[in-house]
T-cell receptor, first 111, second 111 residues
Framework: EPEVTQTPSHQVTQMGQEVILRCVPI?????FYWYRQILGQKVEFLVS????????KSEIFDDQFSVERPDGSNFTLKIRSTKLEDSAMYFC?????????FGSGTRLTVV | GIQVEQSPPDLILQEGANSTLRCNFS?????LQWFHQNPWGQLINLFY???GTKQNGRLSATTVATERYSLLYISSSQTTDSGVYFC?????????????FGKGITLSVRP
């Protein structure tokens, strides 16, 4: 069964550093998403991406965040200057005919 | 935006017992998915079920879209069923359609 692949699975970073989270969506999917989940809380939408541009973003997705599809397969989320409150699980998802498929997540810890 | 309410918030079962998890939503939806979040934090897609009934082994789900609820049934529960179960919905399928998650139901199955 096709999968959404995320790397790394864990990342620890110093406050103020830039991080890039990587995702490889399912190859024939056209709609891509990033979500985050702070420990013990529900999954929250960050941004959706279609046709090489952002189609919607939440209030969480401020100027510190950016997304990119640098080539035909990768989809990245960049956090420019991490804060302690950015510590969370970040999920990438892509949309197909049978609903959205989520990757295994990247657990980001900001220290 | 759409509200998604899941109940009960916590559930403790003895192995072998059956259970029903409920998801209510406040508006019409054209996508509803049930996910299981395992102890490693991975979101496993259980069902894509905007309407009707589906079964997969010991799990089944029913969505009554006109009455704005969905039910997830777990029969003959096993300890590996433990984790958090999320219901998530979409109200449309445009380019910026996103999943809105409920707060989840924490299931503990005891041996």
């Amino acid at each position: 069964e096709p999968e959404v692949t995320q790397t790394p699975s864990h990342q620890v970073t110093q406050m103020g550093q830039e991080v890039i989270l990587r995702c490889v969506p399912i190859s024939n999917h056209l709609y891509f998403y990033w979500y985050r989940q702070i420990l013990g809380q529900k999954v929250e939408f960050l941004v959706s991406f279609y046709n090489n541009e952002i189609s919607e973003k939440s209030e969480i997705f401020d100027d510190q965040f950016s997304v990119e599809r640098p080539d035909g397969s990768n989809f990245t989320l960049k956090i420019r200057s991490t804060k302690l409150e950015d510590s969370a699980m970040y999920f990438c998802a892509s949309r197909g005919g049978g609903g959205d498929t989520f990757g295994s997540g990247t657990r980001l810890t900001v220290v | 935006g759409i509200q998604v309410e899941q109940s009960p918030p916590d559930l403790i079962l003895q192995e072998g017992a059956n259970s029903t998890l409920r998801c209510n939503f406040s508006d019409s939806v054209n996508n509803l998915q049930w996910f299981h979040q395992n102890p490693w934090g991975q979101l496993i897609n259980l069902f894509y079920i905007p309407s009707g009934t589906k079964q997969n082994g010991r799990l089944s789900a029913t969505t009554v879209a006109t009455e704005r609820y969905s039910l997830l049934y777990i029969s003959s529960s096993q300890t590996t069923d433990s984790g958090v179960y999320f219901c998530a919905v979409k109200t449309y399928t445009g380019a910026n359609s996103k999943l809105t998650f409920g707060k989840g139901i924490t299931l503990s199955v005891r041996p």
